[in-house]
């Protein structure tokens, strides 16, 4: 694996994360993640990250949702997240998310979403003031991308009622360490800060932020199988991945699959679900 880095100065690095993740979303319903993950492992769901389904249950269990909660969902995408959530749960669903091309997309996708009790708003949640407290916050595997995560934690933390909950699925780095080169890696395809905690660490700064009660899940193991999925369906629907997005990136596809299943086998990375509340 060789990579060289184009990480740009610290004061710049936030806005090159969000720039290449509105790109990566765009390009959501491509084959690679229609025949490769959401198909084969989310119900045909447009959920990404390796918490999927199962840390969406995991959020209702956890905060206790029913209809008298209402959650927000930071990096809602393509919204069936938020609409998983209302229609299991009977919750009111916020879904806020950065790209415009993603809100569109999930207005278009969820056009009855508000009479079902979910909607969509677009923003920079780092410079967004919600209307309202809420319940419960929740997201998916977005904190790798943020590099101030101790302030966007303690903004959600005073946008939760007391004895709210936050709950989030997560990658950190593991005990085997990270080398230079496979940090650089991470930030290069998925925009992954430099700065990975461990899990100890991103506790630890729950804490230190005012979070108690804190639940954690080890769930690497499904990275592992998710990885190691996404290379049997890639190589079952290659012909028809290639056809819709090209050779180059059907092979970027199965090399990332590949250094990311290693990486969660060798302990490098690892992936946490964690549930929280207020004080």
Same mark, same amino acid.
């Given at each position: 694996?060789?990579?060289?880095?184009?990480?740009?100065?610290?004061?710049?690095?936030?806005?090159?994360?969000?720039?290449?993740?509105?790109?990566?979303?765009?390009?959501?319903?491509?084959?690679?993640?229609?025949?490769?993950?959401?198909?084969?492992?989310?119900?045909?769901?447009?959920?990404?990250?390796?918490?999927?389904?199962?840390?969406?249950?995991?959020?209702?269990?956890?905060?206790?949702?029913?209809?008298?909660?209402?959650?927000?969902?930071?990096?809602?995408?393509?919204?069936? *997240?938020?609409?998983?959530?209302?229609?299991?749960?009977?919750?009111?669903?916020?879904?806020?998310?950065?790209?415009?091309?993603?809100?569109?997309?999930?207005?278009?996708?969820?056009?009855?979403?508000?009479?079902?009790?979910?909607?969509?708003?677009? *923003?920079?949640?780092?410079?967004?003031?919600?209307?309202?407290?809420?319940?419960?916050?929740?997201?998916?595997?977005?904190?790798?991308?943020?590099?101030?995560?101790?302030?966007?934690?303690?903004?959600?933390?005073?946008?939760?009622?007391?004895?709210?909950?936050? *709950?989030?699925?997560?990658?950190?780095?593991?005990?085997?360490?990270?080398?230079?080169?496979?940090?650089?890696?991470?930030?290069?395809?998925?925009?992954?800060?430099?700065?990975?905690?461990?899990?100890?660490?991103?506790?630890?700064?729950?804490?230190?932020?005012?979070?108690?009660?804190?639940?954690?899940?080890?769930?690497?193991?499904?990275?592992?199988?998710?990885?190691?999925?996404?290379?049997?369906?890639?190589?079952?629907?290659?012909?028809?991945?290639?056809?819709?997005?090209?050779?180059?990136?059907?092979?970027?596809?199965?090399?990332?699959?590949?250094?990311?299943?290693?990486?969660?086998?060798?302990?490098?990375?690892?992936?946490?679900?964690?549930?929280?509340?207020?004080?």
């Amino acid at each position: 694996m060789t990579t060289t880095t184009t990480r740009p100065a610290p004061d710049m690095v936030q806005d090159a994360v969000n720039e290449l993740q509105i790109r990566v979303w765009s390009g959501a319903d491509d084959p690679r993640f229609v025949l490769t993950i959401y198909e084969p492992l989310r119900e045909g769901k447009k959920v990404g990250s390796v918490g999927g389904l199962r840390f969406l249950d995991y959020v209702g269990a956890f905060a206790g949702l029913g209809p008298e909660h209402s959650v927000l969902e930071f990096g809602s995408g393509m919204g069936d *997240a938020c609409e998983y959530i209302a229609s299991h749960f009977g919750s009111r669903v916020t879904g806020v998310e950065i790209g415009t091309g993603q809100i569109e997309r999930a207005r278009e996708r969820h056009g009855d979403s508000r009479s079902r009790n979910y909607d969509f708003i677009q *923003a920079d949640f780092l410079n967004w003031q919600p209307p309202e407290l809420y319940d419960a916050v929740y997201f998916l595997e977005m904190l790798p991308i943020i590099e101030d995560c101790r302030t966007l934690l303690e903004k959600i933390h005073s946008w939760l009622k007391p004895g709210g909950t936050l *709950a989030m699925s997560d990658i950190v780095a593991g005990p085997a360490g990270l080398t230079n080169e496979e940090r650089d890696f991470l930030w290069v395809e998925d925009g992954v800060v430099h700065s990975l905690p461990t899990q100890p660490e991103r506790v630890a700064m729950l804490r230190d932020v005012g979070f108690n009660d804190i639940d954690v899940t080890d769930i690497t193991h499904a990275g592992i199988m998710q990885n190691e999925r996404i290379l049997e369906e890639s190589d079952r629907h290659k012909a028809e991945i290639v056809d819709g997005v090209g050779i180059a990136k059907w092979e970027n596809w199965v090399e990332c699959a590949k250094v990311y299943g290693g990486f969660f086998v060798e302990r490098k990375l690892e992936c946490w679900i964690i549930g929280a509340r207020r004080v």
